[in-house]
């Protein structure tokens, strides 16, 4: 029995503030607790590639020194819009991949992402969203989603997992039960699906019973509500034993890992609430509760575990049977886990996937006009507005991007002008940027997200009423066009990675054909 008390923190992913190694506290954490291993977030512990290779040598260094096997390292390397590393291969996002629908492709970006997460000595991926966005005003899934057709989605997250595991880095399908018609980001509070059990399993499950199907090692919980399982005022998901265990566990037969989403965000009760949650939590049957940095929040739940193992509240055999699947994933690991040589990143070869990924994924929506391709005199000049990119919500990386539209286009036509907007400009920016334009003969404007972001859409009418061209590129969700249905040519590049940029500029000068489709519905009229 004392045994299993220690086992406790086996079921526990820490995390920390430091590139270089952990804190004294948090080490003086890691000999008590002897937890399962950590979670990297790109604020905390993320500078350089050398670096990062570096602190996970460190990390299981320290786990020998302490008699520990070695640690689950874990992180958020989706692709697009959400890059703990940076500095891996600018990967499109899902929502490119669904544009491709081309499941190779989906397989190729898992094997890149693995296989660079590997080079650094990272053994777990919390890719690939599984969620069907089928709600545009969704503010944390998004183009994190392959789209909002439930089989594609299904048939490209099982092709990445298989990509990401066959470098023996273990996937991890997120958000369960299904993240993609919610108005409320469950990092700010929680959400609830209001649909039947029927809706269910025509549209948010069946791609994670795809992504079982696919051999997936861990599936991740989202703290929202599901009325059809746990009533009008339903817990979230990750405390829900109707959730976990009746769903995921016995009607959906998954016998791996079942991570929590972060134990910080806002659905979660915190403070002296934090402990009775993650008891809740475990007894609705997660196996690895994933934790943030604040040092006694990490021990808050540690001991409110151990004290509810000794008073009976977490039965031993449940206990071992997590247990056992965190073992067996570890196991997986063990046996399947080769480091490559940190050369990979980046490599040649991952640049082409990346680049392949981007030019199929451009999607023109319409070109009334038929201005496309381009075919400009030298002298004719073009202005490229777009605006500073930044994160829209905790899970976005998209404040690290140096977005690179104008000079993309400036490279195919000198006579360009670059300008930058704020993400939601007033007015009297607005008006100063529409005066600079005087001299331009066309306008290429990028977007990002402006359906939901009124001074970026009346940035669009402003431009469309100087009666010059006005070419749209949205360069996030392609639901931006229902915002200025006037506009006749319109193009999507789900991302603003440098890929997605270059490949976009091309396509504006047929440079290569347009080829992606649509893989949400948008009001084209």
Request: with cysteine.
């Amino acid at each position: 029995m004392e045994n299993l008390s220690h086992s406790i923190g086996q079921k526990l992913l820490l995390a920390f503030d430091g590139i270089e190694k952990p804190p004294v506290e948090t080490i003086k954490l890691i000999e008590r607790i002897k937890p399962v291993g950590f979670t990297f977030f790109r604020s905390l512990n993320i500078g350089t590639l050398a670096q990062v290779r570096k602190l996970t040598g460190a990390l299981q260094n320290l786990a020998r020194e302490l008699g520990l096997p070695p640690f689950l390292i874990c992180t958020d390397q989706e692709g697009g819009q959400l890059m703990a590393i940076g500095d891996c291969t600018p990967l499109p996002g899902n929502m490119a991949l669904g544009s491709t629908q081309s499941p190779e492709l989906a397989f190729k970006a898992g094997r890149v992402l693995g296989s660079e997460l590997a080079a650094l000595g990272i053994n777990v991926n919390y890719a690939p969203c599984a969620d069907v966005n089928i709600n545009p005003n969704n503010p944390v899934i998004g183009i994190r989603s392959f789209g909002d057709d439930p089989t594609l989605v299904g048939l490209l997250a099982s092709a990445q997992i298989k990509g990401i595991q066959s470098v023996g880095v273990a996937a991890t399908v997120k958000h369960f039960p299904g993240h993609g018609d919610t108005q409320v980001d469950s990092h700010h509070k929680r959400s609830v699906l209001p649909h039947g059990f029927e809706r269910l399993k025509a549209i948010e499950l069946p791609p994670f019973m795809d992504a079982i199907n696919a051999g997936v090692h861990l599936v991740m919980t989202a703290h929202l509500g599901i009325q059809a399982l746990d009533g009008i005022n339903p817990p979230p998901a990750t405390l829900s034993y109707r959730v976990i265990t009746d769903l995921l566990r016995q009607e959906m037969g998954f016998n791996g890992v079942v991570v929590s989403d972060a134990f910080d965000m806002g659905a979660i009760r915190q403070g002296d609430a934090l402990g009775e949650e993650a008891i809740t939590a475990v007894q609705a049957g997660i196996d690895l509760l994933l934790l943030t940095s604040d040092p006694s929040d990490q021990l808050r739940i540690y001991d409110s575990l151990i004290k509810a193992y000794h008073l009976g509240k977490i039965r031993a055999d449940s206990l071992q049977a997590s247990i056992s699947r965190i073992n067996a994933l570890k196991d997986w690991i063990s046996t399947y886990f080769q480091a490559p040589s940190p050369g990979i990143i980046r490599s040649p070869e991952h640049l082409r996937v990346a680049d392949e990924i981007a030019e199929r994924s451009i999607t023109l929506v319409k070109d009334r006009d038929r201005q496309l391709p381009l075919q400009l005199t030298p002298e004719q000049r073009i202005a490229v507005i777009s605006p500073e990119p930044q994160d829209l919500t905790p899970a976005d990386s998209s404040s690290y991007v140096k977005l690179a539209l104008a000079a993309e286009v400036q490279a195919h036509h000198p006579n360009t002008l670059g300008f930058t907007t704020s993400l939601a400009p007033e007015k009297h920016q607005r008006e100063s940027l529409i005066a600079s334009l005087e001299h331009c003969d066309l306008i290429i404007a990028g977007t990002i997200n402006a359906f939901s972001n009124p001074q970026q859409a009346a940035l669009i009418q402003e431009l469309f009423e100087t009666n010059l061209p006005v070419i749209v590129i949205a360069m996030r969700l392609p639901y931006d066009l229902e915002a200025f249905p006037q506009i006749s040519t319109y193009l999507c590049t789900y991302g603003i990675l440098p890929p997605s940029m270059k490949a976009v500029a091309k396509a504006l000068f047929g440079k290569i054909p347009i080829q992606g489709k649509l893989p949400v519905s948008v009001n084209t009229k």
